[in-house]
């Protein structure tokens, strides 16, 4: 197997909504927040017409990208055996992807993403884990990650107890390990473990500028590629209408974004930058045409609704 992702399995339930549905719910635009109780999602549920829904969660959004540039990749993620779960199964299925977790009925359902996306684009998120946040050693399967060639992490899964160790050891049996730093959220709440996990465990690193200027305090973006240079990993970062730059081996390569494009949506632009990147990189790629392929997956995800091509 090229990739295998392990990451929360949730389904993306994505709404249109107005500015002032963000403020008058106490959310902030562009962020996810993460939500405890079942109840909570229901009620802003009730207030929401349902644009999509569709089997999400950020690497397994990447590890569908991959599938559909070509490559044999897997993905593991809890879900419970209910119609929500059913549904993601049968959505990872469908495009090819290796599903290898063997669902039963768990005490918490199946994970929910609200996605809401206001009328410039933005999409703010409130996630409700329910069993994907249950993840544990025991579903982490050694023989597939010692066979794939690279396992593909995201922060959003990093959470002390269970989970934690569950990603602990998915990376030390890893050929190679990437991850995302996911969301600004994950960064603060986890920055003294991401950022030994960025020094000291992990092969490649995918953040945004926002992310990787907070996890490292930096003042300015130069600051940034002093850190990637001395941390001498693969780090690749993406800028927005600034483009994407990857620092391997004391190079710097830059890319400039896609011009004049029709966004409907930036929903899964960084997790489809990603499958773009790692289609590259596993297969041999310059790190130029990596970035470009990751700009034109993005470029492609960001002008329809939704978090899928």
Not at 110 to 137: H, Q, W, Y
Not at 230 to 255: C, F, H, M, P
Not at 289 to 307: D, R
Request: proline share 1%.
């Amino acid at each position: 197997m090229k990739i295998l992702g392990i990451g929360n399995a949730i389904v993306d339930v994505i709404c249109k909504v107005k500015d002032d549905f963000i403020s008058k719910n106490n959310l902030t635009k562009g962020t996810m927040k993460l939500i405890i109780d079942e109840n909570e999602i229901k009620s802003l549920l009730s207030n929401l017409k349902i644009e999509q829904t569709v089997s999400g969660g950020s690497v397994a959004n990447s590890v569908v990208g991959l599938s559909q540039l070509g490559n044999k990749v897997g993905f593991i993620g809890k879900i419970s055996d209910d119609d929500f779960g059913n549904n993601y199964e049968e959505g990872l299925k469908k495009e090819k992807v290796d599903f290898l977790y063997s669902k039963k009925k768990e005490t918490l359902p199946t994970g929910t993403c609200l996605i809401l996306v206001t009328p410039d684009s933005e999409r703010t998120m409130c996630t409700f884990l329910g069993t994907a946040g249950k993840i544990n050693e025991n579903d982490i399967n050694l023989e597939t990650i010692r066979k794939s060639e690279l396992v593909f992490l995201e922060g959003y899964l990093w959470d002390e107890g269970e989970p934690k160790k569950a990603f602990d050891k998915a990376i030390s049996n890893s050929n190679k390990v990437a991850m995302s730093l996911s969301d600004q959220f994950c960064v603060d709440r986890h920055k003294n473990h991401f950022l030994d996990l960025v020094k000291n465990r992990l092969d490649i690193i995918f953040a945004n500028e926002a992310e990787i200027m907070s996890l490292i305090n930096a003042k300015s973006f130069n600051e940034v590629i002093s850190f990637g240079k001395e941390i001498n990993k693969q780090l690749v970062i993406t800028r927005g209408d600034k483009g994407a730059v990857s620092i391997v081996n004391q190079k710097i390569q830059e890319i400039d974004s896609k011009k004049n494009l029709k966004i409907l949506d930036l929903t899964g632009a960084g997790d489809l930058f990603a499958s773009g990147y790692l289609h590259g990189y596993v297969n041999n790629l310059s790190q130029k045409e990596c970035l470009e392929k990751g700009t034109e997956m993005s470029a492609k995800v960001i002008q329809q609704i939704g978090a899928r091509l």
